[in-house]
């Protein structure tokens, strides 16, 4: 019976754009942000370049869960060696780590490129150089949860960079991770997988739809939700080349009244 009650608070909530169950503050966000270019070396025109752009929550949240929800951001964005530092310290942390490490990798081969120049057509990208674009923002509540999606770009030499979307979802109460099981009912799996396979086709266009390596997609941990319901993240080269990009499929609520909590 409880089960039931909850499913069906779900899917009013759904159809009737209800969101927030914890507080009728809004959740407000500041960015915080960081836009710089490092020289590998004096005289060398290979650089880092990074562009950070981190949205936090600042105000609608009691201070623990919203210090929660910042580190959880941080961990998630720049890594866990920066997890319980203030947003503006660990950015600036992992800029200094990452030149530092930047640096470390590629000094040793500058005095080599300098001796070959001819390997270095003007109209090349530069050998040696990094580029990192991390941004983070906050997508909305829902019955209580707070989404939050995290794009993080790199490119360390190579054809390309890579790009990686992470969905993270947040209890507004208390700040912490939300994970498929604090939402779906026990073995929602096989349902679950059943339901973002029929919506996988209108996702996509037909040319991309044919390039898939597998149309048998399961939950993979990488989801946000919404009032439209619950999307699904799936990365590059997780179900497809590199071509399809990062491929989002929704499930609306109405659809898995059965499965929830």
């Known amino acids: 019976m409880k089960r039931n009650i909850i499913s069906a608070a779900l899917a009013a909530a759904a159809v009737l754009g209800i969101i927030g169950c914890c507080g009728t503050d809004e959740v407000k966000y500041e960015k ?50 920066f997890c319980g530092m203030t947003p503006q310290d660990a950015v600036k942390g992992y800029a200094e780590e990452t030149l530092k490490n930047y640096r470390e990798a590629n000094l040793e081969f500058v005095g080599q490129a300098a001796a070959n120049p001819e390997d270095r057509d003007e109209g090349e990208w530069d050998i040696f150089t990094w580029d990192f674009t991390i941004e983070g923002r906050g997508e909305g509540e829902y019955n209580g949860f707070l989404a939050y999606t995290l794009s993080k770009y790199s490119y360390t030499g190579g054809a390309h960079g890579g790009t990686a979307l992470l969905g993270l979802n947040f209890d507004r109460k208390t700040g912490e991770p939300v994970t498929e099981d ?71 609520w109405s659809e898995l009244q059965d499965i929830l909590k």
């Open 32 to 81: 915080v942000e960081l836009k710089k270019g490092y020289a590998l070396a004096e005289g060398v025109r290979d650089s880092l370049r990074l562009d950070i752009s981190l949205q936090f929550p600042t105000e609608g949240l009691v201070e623990d869960a919203r210090k929660a929800v910042c580190d959880g951001i941080i961990c998630d964005a720049l890594g866990e060696v």
């Open 182 to 252: 604090d939402i779906f009912a026990f073995g929602y799996e096989e349902r679950l997988s059943a339901a973002l396979r029929a919506h996988l086709r209108s996702a996509l266009d037909k040319d991309d739809y044919d390039m898939l390596f597998t149309t048998d997609i399961t939950p993979n941990g990488n989801f946000i939700v919404s009032k439209a319901g619950v999307t699904y993240i799936y990365g590059q080269y997780e179900i497809g080349p590199y071509a399809i990009g990062i491929v989002k499929v929704t499930v609306p």
